[in-house]
């Protein structure tokens, strides 16, 4: 099918535009780290319980330690540090900065592409990207109140800090994204991206788990069943980003050029644009209209080039 790459990796922008708006709130709600460690878990079940539906086993029969080497990486650094970081930066900056800085991430994923893949960008797809990137950035940088965080909440930190974690964050999807590419196409057996998908979500999930027992966490996270409020949110959460923007993303990236999948992974600001209209009754400014404007204008050079 034309341009199928190109169209999941929008869906997955759309999937993440969802995802965020739940984990904005849980994490508003019981914290960061919490919101990581159960949301991996829902994903975890919900791949689990897909395919053994689908296909009558957990994973592949071509299955090598190296897949899971290498998507257990991934996974850790995308979904353990990358997001990690980034529900923290949700509160600290706000989902708007945090986005304006996450802009970067599909820059870093096409040099990380370049020296660890051997991917090269032709012009054209430089200069949509430029294009998409520069139009994601002039919408998420309006200035908008200040987001004021209680003082006692688990994730408060200075601006400072939010910064530090928002460039952790969009270093982790890079790197993330390129480590399972590697995985599924480069080694000796290749591997479908929802198998992938549940390796990666299920290593990370075991790293994280772990970590909380070794902190005497396990308890208190597990006591967040009595927030139905951010319970639900998390499974919502859950079933958009870590199960289908994850699949969606890896099929994209397997298709075509990371830079370019990074890129329209990235339409998530443009997505959430009429989200916010129609349940917060924002008001959408020129500023925001024009940047949706260049942003599409760069999304159609890289899909009609």
Not at 100 to 105: D, K, V
Not at 292 to 305: C, D, E, N, R
Request: a positive charge; proline letters at 3%.
């Amino acid at each position: 099918m034309e341009f199928f790459g190109e169209i999941t990796a929008l869906t997955t922008g759309l999937c993440w535009a969802f995802t965020s708006l739940f984990f904005a709130e849980a994490a508003r709600l019981v914290g960061a780290f919490k919101v990581n460690k159960i949301r991996l878990l829902f994903a975890a079940v919900i791949y689990a319980v897909i395919l053994f539906i689908t296909t009558g086993h957990l994973f592949p029969d071509n299955l090598i330690w190296q897949h899971v080497f290498w998507l257990g990486l991934s996974g850790f650094i995308g979904f353990v540090i990358g997001d990690g970081s980034g529900f923290k930066a949700f509160v600290m900056l706000g989902p708007r900065m945090t986005m304006l800085i996450y802009a970067s991430a599909p820059v870093m994923a096409a040099l990380i592409a370049w020296g660890f893949l051997g991917e090269r960008l032709n012009m054209l797809d430089i200069i949509g990207m430029a294009i998409t990137i520069g139009g994601i950035t002039w919408v998420v940088s309006e200035r908008q109140a200040k987001n004021n965080i209680a003082v006692d909440h688990p994730d408060a930190g200075s601006m400072a800090k939010g910064i530090m974690y928002s460039i952790i964050f969009a270093f982790g999807q890079a790197a993330g994204l390129i480590l399972s590419k590697h995985a599924m196409i480069n080694l000796d057996q290749p591997i479908d991206p929802m198998e992938a998908s549940f390796i990666r979500i299920l290593v990370a999930m075991i790293i994280i788990w772990t970590i909380s027992l070794f902190r005497g966490k396990v308890k208190e996270t597990i006591l967040i069943y009595k927030n139905r409020k951010a319970l639900g949110c998390m499974f919502g959460g859950a079933v958009f980003g870590p199960f289908m923007g994850v699949w969606m993303s890896l099929i994209a990236v397997r298709i075509i050029a990371a830079g370019v999948a990074a890129t329209l992974n990235s339409t998530t600001p443009i997505w959430i644009l009429p989200m916010v209209r129609i349940y917060y009754k924002e008001k959408l400014s020129w500023r925001v209209i024009l940047g949706t404007i260049i942003t599409v204008g760069g999304i159609a050079l890289l899909m009609l080039q």
